[in-house]
């Protein structure tokens, strides 16, 4: 197990409550938990720094808790530029939908290594990924090793619908599920949750199936929901009422739900949403370039709701950087019209460690830094320019678009200086290039 020592650092110990980096400071992780951290001297006794393993200078960057990405689609990190321009529906139809279901569990594990590697020289140390393509079960385990290649904690959200394509009995499901949390229930950096990545494909028993399950097991579940104004017409006209209201009457909005969009919301579904508790995952750089409207981000935080941030897949502009997303979520709020007080860079950044699914990791249920408190940071780089020290120096803020160092998960180095311990960056492009020209002729033969 690495012991590694950071010195010479500025330290952000509770990014969820206040943003000011100390003015000093040194972290030291072992057992891959935090075992030692100073946020008043930079340099450590010189007994501990002799006993660690790994002694990295911090050179006056900021430390923080490692980020926790709340939505992504993996495998379209091998889709960028597929259909761009298109809204949501011909989008999908342009071959996304197509591509994700004729991917091999080879195919998958090559893309999520990829997309991984993204998140985390942004900064990320664990990630939820939301499972679009359901039946292939190859395809979870493949997401899996791609985590455990590179040392990364993850949220595994197995999809399910039992319609359209791709479709299959909600028992297989849970079946699967129950499969995957047995191999990798002495994981501790995997946990599995459910995703349902269309209700509308979701038939009415197969809903209740799948409620009884989730909340009989206890685990998370994922719904993109309320993403476009298609969607709220459709369910009108089928269950005359809107999706939150449909997806609540299947008791599926619990404060185990997480809420992926939520673009098209009524007064009443914010109020809902904040009655059961239920979070909300907001995607702007996705629902910007999809076209699907903006979700009230200050309504739902001031009626109380848990909000996090998540890039989504191909769609989402610069689809890996969630400080990129932080920024997209700030804009978002000011063009909103409702939004009086719109949400500013700064709040907007401490979106990025507020997913509750992601708290399970914390003996304290909060993703701060404390002496036995899970040892994922994330050295950025001290911030060099004039207006980088006027905006970034007081403020740890997106605004200031720091840049990553080091990247450390469970006490192990998952990258530093850009260099990926667990990873053969050659090895995987070549990978990754072959993939792509099958997916490319895939797409031609559609
Ligand atoms: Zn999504």
Redesign the pocket.
Known sequence: MDSILIENIRIVDNPESNLEPSKAGYICLENGLISNISMEANHAPKSLKQSVKVNIDGEGGVVLPGIHNA?V?TEQVLMEGIGDGLNLSEWLSGGIRHLTNSMTGDDMFFATLCAFARYVSEGVTSIAI?QKNCVNSALCDAVIAAAKTLGIRIFLFRGWRDQGTSGEQAECAIKDIERIRKVYENNVDVKVGLAIPSHWNCSPPGLRTISDAVNNLKIPIQI?VSETADELKQCRNDYEMTPIFKMDKFNLITNNTEL?HCTCLTEEDIDLIAMRDASVIHCPGSNFSLRCGIAPVRQLINKGVNVSLGT??AAGWRSSSMLMEAVYASIASRMLAQEKNPVLVTEATQLAWTTRARHIWSPNGKMNLFVGSPGDVTLFKKMESAFRHTIGGKVFSAASFPQVKTVICQGKLVMNDGLFTGLDINDLADNLTSVRKKLMKELERE
């Open positions: 939505h689609h939301h993109h992926i989504d897949g």
